[in-house]
C-alpha cells in the first residue's frame, strides 16, 4: 500500500526541519534530500505502529488543507507553513518488509580458545549463527 502525504520542509539554520502534518510528526535532516528521506522514515515508521495497534492510516490530505493544519499549527518559536511544501510517498508494505529483514547486531560470549580456532578458520560468524537460528526455530 502506497501513499503520498504532505511534507513541511524549513531550513533553520544549517538543518532542514521537517513537519508532516496529517501525521502530526516532526523530524530533521541535514539537507534537503536528508530531510525528504527523515520524513520518509518517519512516516514510515509511524504507519508501522499505527498498523500494529490496528488503527486506520489517515489518509493524505490536500495541499490547502495541510496548509491551513501548518498555519493553525504555528507556535512562537517556528512557522512550517511557509516552508516547502512537497509530497513523500511511502509503500508500508515494501517498508514493513525492509524493517523485518534489516540486520539487527547482537553480541554472543564464546569461550577465547573456540574464537581463536573460528578465526583461524575463517568462520563467518554470523553466517554461523543465523544458520543455527533458522534451524532452532525451524523457518527454513
Partial sequence: MKKAYPVFI???GKDYLVY?????????GQDLPDAIA?????????????????QILPEPSTKEAAVMKAAKDVDEDFDYSDGLLTYVDVDFTAYRNRMKNRAV????TIPYWL???????GINFSKVLQEA???QVGNK
Avoid: F, H, W
Fill in 38 to 54: 527523515m520524513a520518509r522514515d518517519a512516516i514510515g515508521l509511524k504507519g508501522m505502529d499505527l498498523e500494529d495497534d490496528k
Fill in 20 to 28: 508532516v502534518p496529517d501525521m502530526e510528526l516532526y523530524t530533521e
Fill in 105 to 108: 547486531k547482537k553480541n554472543c
Fill in 10 to 12: 524549513k531550513q533553520s
Fill in 133 to 135: 537460528l533458522l534451524q
Fill in 115 to 121: 574464537n581463536e580456532k573460528a578465526e583461524e578458520q
